[in-house]
C-alpha cells in the first residue's frame, strides 16, 4: 500500500455509495501520512462538486483521516475557534496521490464550546434507499456516529487540546518551507 509523504500535494477525491465522484479538493500539503492515519493541511484550496461548481475554501483547516475508522474530521481554523466538521465515511485508501473515500451523508459539526450537532439524516435516509446501503453499513455507520462522539466528549485524536496547536504549527513550517523552494 502506498503512503502519502510529509510535506507532499495531495488530492482528496469523496465518492458516494454507487462510485460516482462527489467532491474533489485539488491540494491538500500532507503532515503525516502513515498506512492508517493522514493529517493534512490547506487553505483557500479549490473544490470541485460533482456538477462541475467551483469554490475556494475560506480558511486554514487541518484534515484528519483514518484507516480504520468509519468518519474524517476537518479542523476549520476560525477566528472565533476551531470549528470540526466530521463526515460519517468509509475509511480512506490512497492511491496515486490521491486519497479517496466514500461519503455516507451523515455528519457532525462540532463547536468551539465542544457542543455538537447531526447533521443530513433525511439526506442520509434518502440516499440509502436510492443508492441501497445495505443494513450492515446502517450499523456500521451509526456505531461510527457514537465512536465519533465519543472522541468529541473524550476530547480525543483531533478534538485533544494539543492537536490543532501541534499540527498548525506544522503546516505553516510546510507553507514557508514551499514558499522559499
Given at each position: 500500500?502506498?503512503v502519502?509523504?510529509?510535506?507532499?500535494?495531495?488530492?482528496?477525491?469523496?465518492?458516494?455509495?454507487?462510485?460516482?465522484?462527489?467532491?474533489?479538493?485539488?491540494?491538500?500539503?500532507?503532515?503525516?501520512?502513515?498506512?492508517?492515519?493522514?493529517?493534512?493541511?490547506?487553505?483557500?484550496?479549490?473544490?470541485?462538486?460533482?456538477?462541475?461548481?467551483?469554490?475556494?475554501?475560506?480558511?486554514?483547516?487541518?484534515?484528519?483521516?483514518?484507516?480504520?475508522?468509519?468518519?474524517?474530521?476537518?479542523c476549520?481554523?476560525?477566528?472565533d475557534?476551531?470549528?470540526?466538521?466530521c463526515?460519517?465515511?468509509?475509511?480512506?485508501?490512497?492511491?496515486?496521490?490521491?486519497?479517496?473515500?466514500?461519503?455516507?451523508?451523515?455528519?457532525?459539526?462540532?463547536?468551539?464550546d465542544?457542543?455538537?450537532?447531526?447533521?443530513?439524516?433525511?439526506?442520509?435516509e434518502?440516499?440509502?434507499?436510492?443508492?441501497?446501503?445495505?443494513?450492515?453499513?446502517?450499523?456500521?455507520?451509526?456505531?461510527?456516529?457514537?465512536?465519533?462522539?465519543?472522541?468529541?466528549?473524550?476530547?480525543?485524536g483531533?478534538?485533544?487540546?494539543?492537536?490543532?496547536?501541534?499540527?498548525?504549527?506544522?503546516?505553516?513550517?510546510?507553507?514557508?518551507?514551499?514558499?522559499?523552494?
Open positions: 500500500m502506498e502519502p509523504s510529509e510535506g507532499e500535494s495531495i488530492q482528496i477525491h469523496s465518492y458516494k455509495h454507487n462510485g460516482r465522484i462527489h467532491r474533489v479538493w485539488q491540494e491538500t500539503t500532507v503532515l503525516k501520512g502513515t498506512r492508517n492515519i493522514v493529517i493534512g493541511g490547506n487553505e483557500r484550496t479549490l473544490v470541485t462538486e460533482s456538477d462541475g461548481r467551483t469554490w475556494l475554501t475560506r480558511e486554514p483547516s487541518i484534515v484528519y483521516f483514518h484507516a480504520e475508522h468509519w468518519f474524517n474530521i476537518i476549520m481554523l476560525r477566528d475557534g476551531v470549528y470540526y466538521y463526515n460519517i465515511s468509509s475509511p480512506f485508501v490512497y492511491s496515486n496521490n490521491v486519497l479517496k473515500y466514500i461519503d455516507y451523508d451523515l455528519d457532525v459539526k462540532v463547536f468551539p465542544m457542543s455538537y450537532t447531526l447533521l443530513d439524516e433525511d439526506e442520509f434518502d440516499h440509502k434507499r436510492q443508492m441501497g446501503y445495505p443494513e450492515v453499513i446502517d450499523q456500521i455507520l451509526y456505531r461510527n456516529v457514537d465512536k465519533l462522539i465519543g472522541w468529541i466528549q473524550q476530547k480525543k483531533p478534538f485533544a487540546p494539543d492537536f490543532i496547536e501541534v499540527w498548525t504549527n506544522r503546516y505553516q513550517f510546510h507553507k514557508r518551507y514551499r514558499i522559499r523552494e
